[in-house]
């Protein structure tokens, strides 16, 4: 035999497109103006997050300004006991998944009254709404979800486990660790990584061999999908396919959604525009502003008028002053508290 086989793997990309007119006919009004109204939630608690720092509170803020139809749009087709793995980037996943927003601003700075009572900060977690954890090591939580998505397997149950992560997580050896093992025990679990185009300070060409996360997929077996992040529609309906096919037991998948953070990394960086991006480049994606793209088209659809978005906003800016005056208000944990909800007890001679 002299015929030597030499096989490339070359990337192949195919597009196809949905016309938005159909995936809005195929929602109801309810769901669409849930996520407009957890869009506008969620931005309004950046806001009042923004009064507290002004105050002199002590929270590192990682705004989701700019970014909020992700988290909100892809929660929006979730269940009660549906998982969500959150990072970092805001706190959009909470309001989406239902934690009360007073108890969510309390917690932000560590009051008695917070959904942590006070423990937690911003490290936000909620048994109840199946939130495992806003976790501190970049890409470490990548394969906890990929454990929870397991149990779920074990105990025979059709949930499933949505998992959030940055551009930057994608270089932690774990998201390869997490892709294969997802991939090679059909988990249901929907990675979503959220390209912003930076991390911290550093553009993603200067620390990413690939400019599309999803490419990550392949080597792993799972289907990658790229979107645009900003339109809630569209991340609401690809997003929920992936979790109706992780539902069926049809195993994971790997859904990037391109976007952008208004903001600077944290409230710690106040580069907003200067430095390590310019002021055109911040300015062209407020262009594509999520929120402001779905209420031209909740209108231009004839889902909603002027007078209901409006009602929202006027709702949501008074619930975001009343959960900042009430996070005000609210006392710290007293020294005994420091004594309840831990694993060693003292009465137990632990
Ligand atoms: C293992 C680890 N390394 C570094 C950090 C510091 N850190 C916090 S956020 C962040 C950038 C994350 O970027 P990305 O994943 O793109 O998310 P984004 O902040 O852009 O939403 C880094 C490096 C960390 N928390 N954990």
Redesign the pocket.
């Known amino acids: 035999m002299n015929n030597l086989t030499i096989k490339k793997i070359t990337k192949q990309e195919n597009c196809t497109t949905v016309d938005k007119a159909t995936i809005v006919a195929s929602m109801d009004k309810k769901t669409m103006m849930t996520i407009y109204r957890d869009m506008i939630r969620t931005r309004e608690l950046d806001n009042g997050i923004e009064e507290l720092l002004k105050r002199g509170e002590s929270i590192t803020q ?1 705004s989701t300004r700019g970014q909020e139809a992700t988290p909100i749009a892809t929660i929006a087709n979730l269940r009660k006991n549906d998982y969500v793995m959150p ?3 805001g706190w959009g996943w909470a309001i989406g998944k239902g934690m009360n927003f007073k108890e969510i601003m309390a917690e932000l700075i560590n009051k008695k009254t917070g959904s942590n009572r006070g423990r937690g900060g911003p490290q936000l977690a909620s048994w109840e709404n199946r939130i495992m954890g806003r976790p ?5 939580h990548l394969s906890i979800a990929v454990g929870i998505a397991l149990s779920i397997k074990y105990r025979k149950t059709d949930e499933v486990v949505v998992c959030f ?6 270089n ?1 050896g774990n998201l390869h660790e997490s892709l294969n093992m997802a991939s090679t025990w059909k988990v249901p679990v929907v990675f979503i990584v ?3 185009l ?3 300070y550093e553009p993603i060409t200067d620390t990413t061999s690939v400019s599309d996360i999803a490419d990550r997929a392949l080597g792993h077996g799972l289907e990658g999908t790229i979107i645009d992040g900003n339109d809630a529609f569209l991340v609401y309906k690809v997003v929920g396919e992936a979790i109706e096919k992780a539902r069926r037991g049809e195993g994971p998948s790997l859904i990037e959604t391109k976007t952008y ?1 208004w903001m600077g ?2 409230s710690n960086d106040q580069r907003y525009y200067g430095g390590y991006r310019s002021k055109e480049e911040v300015d062209a994606w407020k262009e594509k502003c999520p929120i402001s793209l779905m209420e031209k088209d909740l209108i231009a659809f004839g889902v909603a008028t002027q007078a209901e978005l409006d009602e929202i906003q006027k709702a949501a800016v008074e619930e975001k002053q009343a959960a900042v005056q009430f996070a005000i208000d609210s006392p710290y944990p007293e020294y005994e508290d420091l004594l309840t909800d831990n694993y060693a007890d003292e009465k137990e001679g632990l």
């Open positions: 990682h990072y970092h980037r501190g090591i970049q890409g470490a992560f940055g551009n930057g997580s994608s932690s959220e390209n912003n930076y991390e911290i953070r990394h944290s």
